[in-house]
C-alpha cells in the first residue's frame, strides 16, 4: 500500500511516499530558515504561505522521482497536530482534499507520535516496548511506549523545552537564526568546564525537566563578564555555549538513565530535532553501554520535521483500518497521551 506524508506543522514543508511492503520510497523536505532569518523567529503566516507555495511542486517531484502518478497513491497521512495552525491547515486541506478526490483513506497524525515512531525507520530498529525522549523544539518529554499509539507520559518540562533554551541562549549569546544548531557548532569550540552552570532539577527524585532557570543563569553570566553581549570575546561565548550544551545534555542523559530504571525497559528512543545533537547522543550512548540499555535514534535526516515519519505512522494506522472524516480539523495543542492505540 503506498502512503503519501505531509508535514507542515511549522517551518519545514515535507513530503513522503512509504509503502507498506519495500519502506521508504524517497522524501523531500524543504526548510525556511532563510525566509524566517530576518525576523529572527518563524513568523506563521509567512511559514503558511510558504507551504501554500511548496507542497504541490514538492508532491509531483517525488512522485515523478520515483517513476509514479497520483493515481498510485492509496492512502494519505497529514500533520494535523500540534503545531501553527495555519500551517497546519495547508496539509490538511491538501491530503483531505486529494483523498477525497482519489477515493483513498487520509489520516490525521500527531506529530509527536510521528518523531517517536521515527527510529523505526532505522537500521536496526527498536521492538516495542521501549522508553522515548522526544526532545525537539517546543518539547521534552519522556515516554513508556508500550505499542504504538500506547503512550504514558513519565515526565515533561515545566517551563522552556531543550531546543527553546537552546535557542534562546543562542539569543542572549548574539548568535544568528536558527539559534540552537548554532550554539551546538559554537559549543565543539568550546570548553565546558570554565564556567560552573546549574543543572536544573538534576537531583530531584522525578523525571520532569526544568530549563528557564539555565538560560537565566546564562544572562546572569554575560552580564558579569562584560554587562552585555558586545563585551563577550569570541572564546566566552564558545565556553559559555559549551558550558550551555554541557549542562542541558547532563540532565537529559541522566533522567533517560532514571527512566530506564523505573519502567524496568531495556530500550531507549531519543527521537525530536534536538537528538541531532552530536554531544547529546555521545552521553546518551556513554549512559547506556554503563547502564546496560540500547540507544536507538532516526537517521539524522529524518531527526527535523519531515514527511517521512508521518507517512510510516500513517501506514501503520490506515492498514489497521483508521480513517480520518469529513469536516476536518486541525490540533494545534494535543497531547499526546489522548491517542487511541493503533489497530483500537
Given amino acids: 500500500m503506498l502512503i503519501l506524508g ?3 506543522s511549522c517551518d519545514e514543508t515535507g513530503v513522503a511516499l512509504y ?3 519495500a519502506g521508504l520510497l524517497g522524501h523531500s523536505v524543504h526548510s525556511q530558515i532563510a525566509l524566517h532569518a530576518e525576523y529572527g523567529g518563524v513568523v506563521p503566516e509567512l511559514a503558511s504561505r510558504d507551504h501554500v507555495r511548496r507542497l504541490l511542486p514538492m508532491l509531483k517531484a517525488v512522485l515523478s522521482a520515483h517513476g509514479l502518478g497520483v493515481r498510485d497513491i492509496e492512502g494519505i497521512a497529514y500533520t494535523q497536530g500540534p503545531g501553527l495552525a495555519g500551517a497546519l491547515l495547508v496539509g490538511a486541506s491538501v491530503g483531505t482534499a486529494l483523498g477525497y478526490a482519489l477515493s483513498v483513506p487520509v489520516v490525521g497524525i500527531h506529530h509527536l507520535e510521528a518523531h517517536l515512531l521515527s527510529p523505526l525507520l532505522a537500521e536496526p530498529a527498536p521492538a516495542f516496548p521501549f522508553v522515548a ?6 518539547h521534552t518529554q519522556l515516554m513508556a511506549v508500550e505499542a504504538a499509539g500506547c503512550y504514558e507520559l513519565l515526565g515533561e518540562t515545566r517551563d522552556d523545552a531543550a531546543g527553546e533554551a537552546f535557542d534562546k541562549t543562542a539569543k542572549l549569546l548574539g548568535l544568528p537564526y536558527p539559534g540552537g544548531p548554532v550554539l551546538a557548532q559554537l559549543a565543539e569550540e568550546g570548553d565546558a568546564t570554565r564556567f560552573k552552570l ?14 528557564s532557570g539555565l538560560k537565566t543563569a546564562v544572562l546572569t553570566l554575560t552580564r558579569q563578564l562584560g554587562g552585555n553581549t558586545a563585551a563577550l570575546s569570541p572564546k566566552d561565548k564558545a565556553d559559555i555555549a559549551a558550558g550551555f550544551q554541557e549542562a542541558i545534555v547532563d540532565v537529559l542523559s541522566a533522567k533517560c538513565t532514571r527512566a530506564i530504571t523505573a519502567t524496568g525497559m531495556s530500550q531507549l528512543v531519543v527521537a525530536g530535532g534536538v537528538g541531532a545533537n552530536r554531544r547529546l547522543r555521545q552521553r546518551i550512548d ?5 547502564s546496560g540499555f540500547r540507544v536507538f535514534y ?7 520535521d519531515n514527511g517521512a515519519m508521518i507517512a510510516l505512522a ?3 494506522r490506515i492498514t489497521e483500518g483508521q480513517r480520518g472524516a469529513l469536516p476536518f480539523n486541525v490540533r494545534p495543542r494535543w497531547d499526546l497521551g489522548s491517542l487511541a492505540a493503533i489497530g483500537q
Fill in 6 to 8: 505531509i508535514e507542515s
Fill in 286 to 290: 556513554l549512559a547506556g553501554e554503563k
Fill in 314 to 316: 500513517g501506514a501503520m
Fill in 198 to 211: 546549574p543543572r536544573p532539577m538534576l537531583d530531584q527524585d522525578n523525571l520532569d525537566f526544568s530549563f
Fill in 298 to 304: 532516526p537517521p539524522m535526516e529524518l531527526c527535523t
Fill in 19 to 21: 509503502d507498506t511492503a
Fill in 133 to 138: 525522549l522526544l526532545v525537539s523544539g517546543g
